[in-house]
Nanobody, 116 residues
Framework: VQLLESGGGLEQPGGSLRLSCASS????????VGWDRQAPGKQRELVAV???????RYADSVQGRFNVSIVSAKNTVYLQMNSLKPEDTGVYYC???????????WGQGTQVTVSQ
């Protein structure tokens, strides 16, 4: 499995960004895929995941503002981030975890900075 994130950058509070994770080697129905983030000096935390291609789960801090989705034809996982807050700042990592094996893969991360 290979994962490559893109779409990070600098955005003002209240703005929007969309992250993309291009994947290879994944059958989405057999994986949980999604996004974690790590802020400076903090532990990595789950942001949003989508399991089996259609079951989503979000951190309380992003519920209602972020949306995770898959476009299977493009082998890509997206994270649409709206109403961004400074506390959303961090490195965002794409993750793919197989349901029936121990396989667990990460991308290299993409920086998101929310600031005036």
């Amino acid at each position: 499995v290979q994962l490559l994130e893109s779409g990070g950058g600098l955005e003002q509070p209240g703005g929007s960004l969309r992250l993309s994770c291009a994947s290879s080697g994944i059958i989405f129905g057999l994986y949980t895929v999604g996004w974690d983030r790590q802020a400076p000096g903090k532990q990595r935390e789950l942001v949003a995941v989508i399991a089996g291609g259609d079951r989503t789960r979000y951190a309380d801090s992003v519920q209602g503002r972020f949306n995770v989705s898959i476009v299977s034809a493009k082998n890509t996982v997206y994270l649409q981030m709206n109403s961004l807050k400074p506390e959303d700042t961090g490195v965002y990592y794409c993750n793919a975890k197989a349901h029936f094996t121990t396989e667990n893969s990460w991308g290299q991360g993409t920086q998101v900075t929310v600031s005036q």
